[in-house]
């Protein structure tokens, strides 16, 4: 693990903005009984046990992260019945979760935030089906545990990854951190970059991913590449070859917007899906020619992608800091073999 901080004036890394990877996406369907309600009152009511403010909640109206019938809208809006209502939480609320002492790999630490590094398989935050062994169950414990204001500490996650995605997280310990950092995500000067290996060669060294990302209409549980009169939103991905093998590469990958999925569904519709993606990739480690490969990449059981760098402006100091996270042991090993293969 590497951090460094250094003093910045203006923006950080002008040219070089990144959001959160990975967004919950949620669905409301307007009744009859909340007909004329306002969008972003309607939105309280329906999140108000996860503790989303009123006034967060307009913050992501106005930053076009809500869509009622698909198309982009105002707090102000009156819903009529059977509006459909999609909200695309990027963050998670400052709430209180219940604690739970289970092992948190902490890389940086102070008053305000704490940066850890994620392993695959471990939930962000509570949702529907995962009430509790959550990363943020895990942080309430440990923030509670060192708190010495005698009241209760309460993590603020400000990006989130998929379950199966390692790597940096920057968590805020008060109301204030967490909307500073949340601040520096909207207006895209957060960076942070992936390492994945993808399926196939790439035509191209490098390149820009700009298609619009939304609900896959065929399956609601996925994201696609939808035009965006029909819910898609601007969606923004840069990649960069590191290495070459014969039926995969390892590409260094930054975005500039977070809609959920984003890396995944960009890198599949340009038909190099991310290893191990069982949503995305299907079958297509089938299509690996030389066997040897073939039957490493076949034992993944998660994607290969991991969040290896994150930076942004401490929001006290105003220092920018950066940190690093190599390849969890698993993809290590597996790109050791995978050039002793293509050797």
Request: charged share 30%.
């Amino acid at each position: 693990m590497t951090a460094t901080i250094e003093d910045v004036s203006g923006d950080a890394d002008e040219g070089i903005a990144l959001a959160a990877s990975d967004a919950d996406m949620r669905s409301f369907v307007a009744t009859d009984e909340e007909a004329d309600m306002r969008l972003d009152r309607f939105l309280a009511v329906r999140l108000e046990t996860e503790g989303w403010s009123r006034a967060r909640l307009q913050t992501l109206v106005a930053a076009d992260a809500v869509l009622v019938n698909e198309k982009a809208a105002k707090s102000s809006l009156k819903l009529q019945p059977n509006d459909r209502v999609e909200i695309e939480l990027s963050e998670s609320p400052v709430t209180e979760f219940a604690p739970e002492d289970a092992p948190v790999e902490i890389i940086y630490e102070d008053d305000l935030l704490l940066v850890v590094n994620k392993p695959a398989g471990l939930v962000i935050h509570p949702g529907a089906g995962v009430p509790d062994g959550t990363l943020a169950n895990r942080l309430a414990f440990h923030i509670n545990r060192l708190s010495s204001t005698g009241g209760r500490a309460r993590p603020g996650i400000v990006h989130r990854l998929d379950r199966d995605t390692s790597g940096l997280l920057v968590v805020a310990k008060t109301e204030t951190t967490h909307e500073h950092l949340a601040e520096q995500f909207r207006s895209r000067r957060i960076i942070k970059r992936y390492t994945a290996l993808v399926f196939g060669k790439m035509r191209d060294a490098e390149g820009i991913i700009e298609l619009p990302i939304g609900r896959d209409p065929a399956r609601r549980t996925r994201m696609a590449v939808v035009p965006v009169g029909r819910g898609g939103r601007t969606a923004h991905t840069r990649f960069r070859t590191l290495e070459a093998f014969s039926g995969s590469t390892l590409l260094d990958v930054e975005i500039k917007t977070g809609r959920t999925h984003q890396i995944r569904v960009h890198l599949t519709h340009i038909k190099h899906p991310v290893v191990g993606d069982e949503t995305y990739a299907g079958n297509r480690v089938s299509s690996v020619a030389d066997t040897r490969e073939r039957r490493l990449l076949a034992t993944l059981d998660h994607q290969f992608l991991h969040a290896a760098r994150l930076g942004f402006v401490h929001p006290e100091t105003n220092e920018f800091m950066r940190f690093e996270s190599p390849l969890p042991a698993d993809l290590a090993a597996m790109l050791d073999e995978l050039r002793a293969i293509n050797s």
